[in-house]
């Protein structure tokens, strides 16, 4: 019980208070960005004749992942104005 009180008292910090490596939108372009890098300099061995696919899945899971990440944040925000 004692480590629950405990738990319950610390405070969330804030986004800019965190390590750039704790936000998910910069982990997820520069994973990108690498893949990119790679598959550009042909270093793995499925190599694309031209560059338009990999750019393409790349332009379609950003917006994908922005999305996802501006509702939840939006979400969010909803509710915790409502707890407020």
Same mark, same amino acid.
């Given at each position: 019980m004692a480590r629950i009180c405990k738990l319950s008292e610390k405070t969330v910090r804030s986004r800019s208070?965190?390590?750039l490596f704790c936000n998910p939108v @910069?982990? @997820? @372009?520069? %994973?990108?960005?690498?893949?990119?890098?790679?598959?550009?300099?042909?270093?793995?061995?499925?190599?694309y004749p031209d560059l338009w696919l990999p750019v393409g899945l790349f332009v379609l899971s950003?917006?994908?992942m922005l999305a996802g990440y501006y509702?939840?944040?939006?979400?969010? %925000?909803?509710? %915790?104005?409502?707890r407020s």
């Open positions: 208070d965190l390590p @910069f982990l @997820f @372009f520069v %994973n990108w960005v690498a893949m990119l890098v790679t598959l550009a300099i042909q270093v793995t061995y499925v190599s950003s917006l994908a509702a939840t944040k939006l979400l969010l %925000n909803r509710r %915790n104005g409502e």
